[in-house]
Every structure is written in structure tokens, then in C-alpha cells.
């Protein structure tokens, strides 16, 4: 049990390493399911496109869910964007930086997917093969067919085994055709996420490097007071168990003793330590109390000794009230950042 408590410490402490790590598996992922994958084209004008334009669109969709969702973040994103805002208001840039820093790993793995799709080219072959220019690729000297008969001709040219219009236009050249279009927009698609994203990595830092610090800083903040919040809560939880078994057990033996079992009673000796854990909180309803408090209206974020709080939520609801101790100069510089 301590060797996986260990392993999830070691996850936690190098979160960004980590889903950068999960992120690059599921890119891998992504081309061996395409590789693996048995692409069938239906070879009919109905079903064509739907088809192509399914198999190249869907999986990246999926797989761009499946970032967020394996992102630890998308929790915490979600919470502070839903709070109420009692006395810390909310700073929508770094709730922008933190959807963006997730949007970006969870793209990875269908980019990959689009890329290896287009340079392949089955998926646009299927999708667009009835859009064939047979006035420049087609026998122009063959009998004239009606429309539907040529977009049945045309929809068959995927599938080697059951074409039959080598007469109006050649399977090879069609397909050809088509594959050199599709890795075109392949490479053009590369080329195009490599420029954005040289563009997201170094230069946007350069037009906005205080507001880029600050969104750092603080979504930097929220995750670890929300670690910090749940070991805090772990720990008082931990210690009012420990006080509430002990007084259960205690309980027991002067009941026993009530009725001649007369048993040796003997103080624990971390007792005393564990009840200072609690934090004046020693029963059920002041705890929901506190967590309800939490939740609703968090502290402002100054460093000084914090209002007295009244009934279930903080003193002064509205504008926070800086301490008649704090200099206007530390306001004015607290305000600067928040």
C-alpha cells in the first residue's frame, strides 16, 4: 500500500510531466488504431462521404474528449468556473490559461490522428471519389451515361474488386488523383499545426509577459491550494476519527466496568495531539459548516489576519475590507496582480 501511496505522490508532484507523457501514448495510440483499423469503403454514392468524412472527423473528436478527460485539471477548471464568488473574485485570463494549456495536450493525439489519415489518403479517396473531374481525367469519347449512372460508376472507384467503368475512367488514375490531393492537404495540415503552435509556444509570452506570469502564477496557486485544502481535510478528518474511536472505546470500558468487568484504562498518548488537529471543529454540523463556508465565499487572498467570520459565511460579503495595518501602497500592489 505505501509503494502505491509512493507511486501516486511521485504522479502528483510531476503532474505536467505526467499528462504530457499520457498525451504522447494516446498520439502513439492513435496511429496504431488507424493502422489496425480495417477501412472498408462502401463504394456507394449515398454512403460515400458520410463514411470517408466519418472515419477522418470522429476519432479526433474522441480522442480530443478523451484529453480532457484524463486531465486532472478539467476538475478543478470546472469548480472554480461554477463557484459562487463570494469574497475572491474569479480571474477569467487564468481560467482562459488553464483551458488553453489543456485544449493544447489534448490536441495532440488528433492531430496526429488527421495527419496520418490525410497523408494516407483512403478517407478522401472514399469521401470525394464521385467529385472526379472526368472532363479532364475521363474518356471523353465514351457513350454518353446518365448523371446516376456516373456517380454509381464513380462511387465504385475504391473498391478495385467491383469496379466496372475502365471504360469511362481509369480505376489507377482516379485513385492517384485523389491520394495526391489527400497527402497534399496532409502535409499542408502539418505544416499549419507546426506553425500555431511555434506561434502559441514562443510568441505569445512576448506581446503579453505580465499577464502571461500572472496566469501562470495563479492557476499555478489554485491547484495547489486545492491539494494543500485536501490534505488539510484528510488530516482533520484522520484526527476526528481518532478522537471519536478513542471516545467510543473508552465509552465501552466504563460501561464494562459499570457492569464489574473491571478492564486496566489506559490514555492514549497521541490523544491530546489529535484533538489539536481539529481546529476548534469536534462535531459533524460545524464541519459542513466550514466546507459550505469554503465553498461559497473562500478568503480573499492577503496576507493578514482575516475578518471574523458570522454565521455560516465571512464577514463583509460585498467589497473585501483591507486591514487598517496594511500600508495603500501593499493594496495598490495587491490589486496590481489580483
Known amino acids: 500500500m505505501d509503494k502505491f501511496r509512493m507511486i501516486f505522490q511521485f504522479f502528483q508532484s510531476n503532474q505536467e510531466s505526467f499528462m504530457n ?17 480495417d477501412f472498408n469503403c462502401p463504394c456507394l454514392p449515398q454512403y460515400n462521404l458520410a463514411y470517408g468524412l466519418g472515419i477522418l472527423l470522429v476519432p479526433p473528436f474522441i480522442l480530443f474528449l478523451l484529453g480532457f478527460v484524463l486531465n486532472n485539471n478539467i476538475s478543478m477548471l470546472a469548480e472554480e468556473w461554477r463557484r459562487p464568488r463570494g469574497r475572491r473574485g474569479k480571474d477569467a485570463a487564468v481560467l482562459r490559461y488553464m483551458c488553453c494549456s489543456m485544449a493544447q495536450r489534448a490536441m495532440i493525439a488528433p492531430v496526429v490522428w488527421l495527419s496520418v489519415t490525410l497523408l494516407d489518403g483512403k478517407c478522401i479517396t472514399c469521401a470525394f471519389c464521385t467529385a472526379v473531374p472526368l472532363e479532364s481525367l475521363g474518356n471523353a469519347s465514351h457513350p454518353h451515361l446518365s448523371p446516376g449512372e456516373v456517380q454509381r460508376v464513380l462511387a465504385r472507384i475504391p473498391c478495385k474488386e467491383i469496379y466496372n467503368g475502365q471504360q469511362l475512367i481509369a480505376n489507377e488514375v482516379a485513385v492517384r488523383y485523389l491520394r495526391c490531393i489527400s497527402q497534399a492537404l496532409g502535409w499542408c495540415f502539418v ?7 511555434f506561434l502559441v509556444r514562443s510568441l505569445r509570452p512576448c506581446f503579453s509577459q505580465a499577464a502571461f506570469l500572472k496566469s501562470r502564477y495563479w492557476s499555478h496557486y489554485i491547484d495547489i491550494e486545492r491539494k494543500l485544502f485536501d490534505e488539510t481535510c484528510a488530516e482533520h478528518a484522520r484526527s476526528f476519527a481518532k478522537v471519536c474511536i478513542q471516545q467510543f472505546f473508552e465509552g465501552m470500558s466504563t460501561d464494562l466496568e459499570a457492569a464489574h468487568c473491571h478492564l486496566p484504562k489506559k490514555a492514549p498518548a497521541d490523544a491530546g495531539e489529535a484533538a489539536e488537529k481539529l481546529l476548534g471543529i469536534t462535531d459533524q454540523g460545524t464541519m459542513n459548516m466550514a466546507l459550505k463556508s469554503w465553498h461559497r465565499c473562500k478568503p480573499p487572498l492577503r496576507l493578514h489576519p482575516p475578518a471574523q467570520p458570522i454565521g455560516n459565511g465571512w464577514a463583509g460579503e460585498g467589497q473585501p475590507h483591507m486591514h487598517p495595518s496594511v500600508p495603500r501602497k501593499e493594496t495598490a500592489a495587491y490589486y496590481s496582480w489580483v
Open 21 to 37: 507523457g499520457i498525451c504522447g501514448i494516446m498520439a502513439l495510440a492513435s496511429t496504431q488504431m488507424y493502422s489496425a483499423f
Open 191 to 197: 505544416l499549419l499545426m507546426t506553425i500555431l503552435a
